[in-house]
């Protein structure tokens, strides 16, 4: 179901990780960069992999609600994510995965309506 994120959440803990921990970015800026990076990936592999059979719908609407649903869900990740760094001690990663895993599902069930 939700399996397809797992390789760009494992470059974005990659590369949230080297940019705080080598390069010490700001963790709010660093979080925002790698959101974009890794929804740009994730496009081509629910639209080519996942949802391969449904091409009922022409690429540019298939983008645009792709586009209208992960950015919402980014918005919604990155409000979540700020505020537990600010309210809590948990490691960055640790909020990163806690974000990551319960928002894989919602965008999950939304872009399968795309696609339908």
């Known amino acids: 179901m939700a399996l397809w994120g797992i390789p760009g959440y494992i470059l974005a803990f990659i590369l949230n990780y080297t940019f705080n921990d080598f390069f010490n970015w700001n963790v709010y800026i660093s979080y925002f960069i790698v959101s974009i990076v890794i929804t740009s990936l994730n496009f081509f592999i629910v639209d080519q992999i996942v949802f391969k059979g449904d091409k009922q719908k022409s690429l540019k609407k ?33 909020v990163q995965f806690i974000i990551s895993f319960v928002f894989i599902f919602v965008k999950y069930f939304f872009l399968k309506k795309i696609h339908q």
């Open 62 to 94: 298939r983008m645009i609600g792709y586009l209208s649903i992960v950015s919402s869900s980014k918005i919604g990740e990155w409000i979540s994510y700020s505020f537990l760094i600010w309210i809590t001690t948990l490691h960055y990663l640790v």
